[in-house]
């Protein structure tokens, strides 16, 4: 399979710059805020599978792992309310992820019963936080998917 095209923000001017400088923007308010690195990597990895982007499954899986995540979590991110793998805060977070990524799935797509449980775990600015990068890897997502990015796999 090739790519339709290259990823948009490589064409638009500056899009690129404007998208890394948010995303140094998250960790940055996630480092203030107390949310550990890999949390927003496994919130990030949960969305990407749903949509379907290798490009950012790979990404985000290779991050978590430098992050310190372990093989077995990261294999576990799919089914994780099946699995003992995930802390309260952990599942509150993906929990988030997936009603955020599948906004037309429901008529009260993020119900106050996850956003409840994600605010009592997390601060105003980190909730901000989870929310702006779930909406960020929302719009990577959107980007690769609609032209058919492909992961760059080395033969080896």
């Known amino acids: 399979m090739q790519p339709r095209m290259k990823s948009p923000v490589t064409i638009v001017p500056d899009a690129v ?9 998250l960790f940055a308010s996630a480092e203030k805020s107390g949310i550990p690195k890999s949390t927003l990597f496994l919130a990030y990895l949960r969305a990407s599978q749903m949509n379907g982007d290798s490009v950012c499954v790979d990404l985000h899986s290779r991050n978590a792992l430098g992050a310190g995540e372990t093989t077995d979590r990261l294999l576990a991110v799919a089914a994780w309310r099946e699995t003992p793998h995930f802390t309260e805060a952990e599942r509150a977070a993906l929990a988030l992820s997936e009603a955020m990524t599948r906004l037309s799935d429901r008529t009260d797509p993020v119900p106050d019963e996850i956003y409840n449980e994600a605010a009592r775990l997390y601060g105003e600015q980190a909730i901000a936080t989870l929310i702006a990068g779930i909406a960020t890897v929302n719009l990577w997502n959107r980007l690769n998917v609609s ?3 492909m992961v760059n796999v080395s033969a080896g």
Request: charged share 25%.
């Open 17 to 25: 710059q404007a998208l890394q400088d948010l995303g140094k923007a």
């Open 147 to 149: 032209t058919k990015q």
